[in-house]
């Protein structure tokens, strides 16, 4: 199974990037298209790459071990490492150097490891138990196979369909295939995520909403995180079927039908998307001076409508929610502990370090500099 981008897990690979930093050298997308073998790369500096579409797997070659990490961080690869990219499913997108992609630091191609792109019933593509230690800021993807998020510990937001859902302890949430989600959190949070496919089951009717999990979800959840912490023999399969029997209690909760969406009007799903639109928008181009009207010219409305649409939506102001999203950035950013106040204020397009920490203080409630030496004190 695949492992996330944290932790201790790939240091000796390089490092995982807080936040979205400027790369090396020139950036393009690289589209990448499922087939049977991948290439593999090696070069004698550093590397950066990140994700922009799909769902997208890291390889890397450990003497005669393949380790397999999910790419949904920037992501910087030590010299001398021996690398590859392939798509968890039909096709995904990264961006990196093309002068790297096309030339001569392409060393072998192997096969793609077995069971990660074939077409199974029900395929569990990661499992992820994820902690943020004071906050936790993710900016933002969109995949075809569906998300189940649940929450052990805090609350956690999800951006998602032109809402703010707020997940608590013991609470759960599906997100649909290509459904775009941004999560945050202000405080201490643990998470599981599972993504997955499982063809000729319709879980449409429990997406995009908080549910609380039952018992005996929570049994089923205890259990399938002890065989993936434990690894003992069979543990993929044990992780697979107790994540069946996950997806059927989900399926079977009394009244579901209960629980569906209603079919909205075209004109309130097309307010949605114009929400859903701004969000993106904004979280992939976080370095941009936005003002409201800006925005909404780039979402094709009234700067007035794009603020009625997100008081309704999310019960805050387009002003307001770019402020959130530059400060959750900061603070990832500083948390990091490789770019200085100054360097996270110019980073983030701020036209002055003062300007910056006051918005700073007045969200957080301390100053940029208090925040990262704390931050970097609770980082294991």
Not at 177 to 198: C, G, K
Not at 233 to 259: F, H, I, M, S
């Amino acid at each position: 199974m695949i492992c996330p981008l944290i932790g201790e897990a790939f240091r000796p690979y390089g490092r995982v990037e807080q936040s979205r930093t400027e790369p090396a050298g020139p950036e393009r997308d690289i589209s990448l298209e499922r087939r049977e073998r991948m290439d593999l790369y090696r070069f004698d500096r550093e590397t950066s790459w990140d994700y922009r579409s799909g769902m997208t797997a890291l390889a890397v070659q450990d003497g005669e071990e393949q380790k397999l990490f999910y790419l949904d961080r920037s992501v910087t690869i030590a010299p001398g490492v021996c690398f590859g990219f392939f798509p968890l499913g039909e096709r995904s997108v990264i961006a990196g150097d093309p002068a790297l992609w096309d030339g001569p630091g392409r060393v072998d191609t192997v096969a793609v490891p077995r069971g990660t792109t074939e077409a199974r019933p029900l395929e569990v593509f990661t499992l992820f138990r994820q902690e943020g230690v004071g906050g936790l800021y993710f900016r933002g993807e969109r995949h075809p196979p569906m998300e189940l998020v649940y929450v052990e510990k805090g609350q956690l937001h999800n951006y998602c369909g032109g809402w703010d859902i707020l997940l608590r302890p013991k609470e759960y949430l599906l997100f649909g295939p290509n459904e775009w989600h941004m999560q945050y959190a202000d405080e201490d949070v643990r998470f599981l995520t599972i993504s997955f496919t499982w063809e000729g089951q319709d879980l449409s009717p429990c997406a995009g909403r908080s549910f609380p999990a039952s018992v005996e979800m929570q049994r089923t959840i205890r259990a399938l995180l002890g065989e993936h912490d434990q690894r003992s023999e069979g543990w993929e399969e044990a992780v697979n079927a107790l994540t069946k029997l996950l997806l059927l209690q989900v399926l079977r909760r009394p009244g579901p039908a209960d629980r569906q969406r209603k079919a909205s009007p075209v004109s309130e799903e097309v307010r949605r998307q114009t929400v859903d639109r701004a969000m993106q928008t904004v979280s992939a181009r976080i370095r941009e001076k936005w003002t409201v009207p800006k925005l909404a010219s780039a979402v094709n409305v009234s700067a007035s409508q794009l603020t009625e649409l997100f008081q309704s939506y999310l019960g805050i102001s387009p002003a307001r929610y770019i402020t959130r999203v530059r400060v959750e950035e900061s603070k990832a950013l500083l948390a990091g502990g490789r770019m200085s106040v100054g360097e996270v204020a110019e980073h983030l397009g701020y036209s002055n370090i003062q300007h910056f920490s006051r918005q700073f203080h007045e969200w957080v409630g301390c100053s940029p500099t208090a925040y990262a030496r704390t931050a970097r004190q609770k980082t294991p």
